[in-house]
């Protein structure tokens, strides 16, 4: 349903963003898009997104939903004037007739009786929570997320990584969801494009077949992290790789 095909956003003479990017995303499917900072992941996110536009190849968003595609970035991105229900509701046209789709997905963030609170009075993942809500609201064909928790302490961080299983469990949501946590891509995705170099490039693609949710401790994940680990040229042990110049 999502469909790109060479797709290619450059800048710096061609020495940053994105080259020759091809994947496909089914309806269902949770597709993690994992590397390290600057290869160009949050250019991608936002070519999919269609806030930039490919310099050459083509994204194809197609699943007969009226709807495009909803964004989560790393931070929530919300209105401080506006009640948590306000939130979830800014950018519709006409709020007042989405007020029950907008307390079905307060509900399932579990913020229901926190919908009349203003964003100052709600915590890091709360606040999150709200921008996740936000962006289910409009019933995107697909969520796109960019590195949505990695703002957030390690504890809440895996609660909102299980939340969003939960959310694909009653939904089925698509999601694409760029990250650098290689334990948070084989976690919650289905399969893992690993993009590597300036600009960046497809190097590997997972498909993870243990059914969600996974244990956080399943050894058999910890083959993959191995493989990523070497693909992107990281010491797993850590020792090695500090070189000061
Ligand atoms: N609008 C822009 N103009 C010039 N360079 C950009 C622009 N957007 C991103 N870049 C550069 O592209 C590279 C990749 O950025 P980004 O997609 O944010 O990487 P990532 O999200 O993987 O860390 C960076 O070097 C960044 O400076
Ligand atoms: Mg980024």
Redesign the pocket.
């Known amino acids: 349903m999502l469909t790109v095909k060479k797709a290619s956003r450059l800048?710096?003479d061609g020495a940053?963003?994105?080259k020759n990017i091809t994947f496909t995303v089914q309806k269902g499917e949770i597709v993690g898009i994992l590397?390290?900072?600057?290869?160009?992941?949050?250019?991608?996110l936002?070519v999919l997104s269609g806030l930039?536009h490919a310099d050459s190849g083509t994204i194809h968003l197609n699943d007969g939903s009226p709807s495009g595609a909803g964004v989560i970035f790393q931070e929530p991105r919300l209105m401080p004037w506006l009640s948590v229900e306000d939130n979830v509701l800014f950018g519709f046209k006409n709020p007042s007739k989405y007020r029950k789709q907008a307390a079905h997905y307060l509900s399932l963030v579990g913020l229901s009786e926190f919908a009349g609170a203003l964003p100052r009075d709600l915590s890091g993942g709360m606040a999150q929570r709200t921008a996740i809500a936000r962006a289910l609201a409009s019933q995107p064909s697909v969520l796109l997320l960019?590195?949505p928790f990695s703002a957030l302490d390690a504890f809440t961080k895996m609660q909102l990584q299980d939340l969003l299983l939960d959310i694909w469990q009653e939904e089925k949501t698509t999601m694409v969801m760029?990250t650098?946590d290689i334990d948070e891509a084989l976690h919650v995705c289905d399969r893992v494009i690993v993009?590597s170099g300036?600009?960046?490039e497809i190097a590997a693609e997972f498909k993870i077949s243990q059914p969600k949710p996974r244990s956080r401790s399943d050894l058999s994940l910890a083959t993959y992290k191995e493989k990523i680990f070497s693909i992107l040229e990281y010491s797993n042990t850590g020792l090695q790789k500090y070189s000061v110049r």
């Open positions: 800048f710096k940053a963003g994105f590397g390290t900072s600057g290869c160009g992941k949050s250019t991608l936002r930039d960019d590195e760029v650098h993009l300036q600009p960046g």
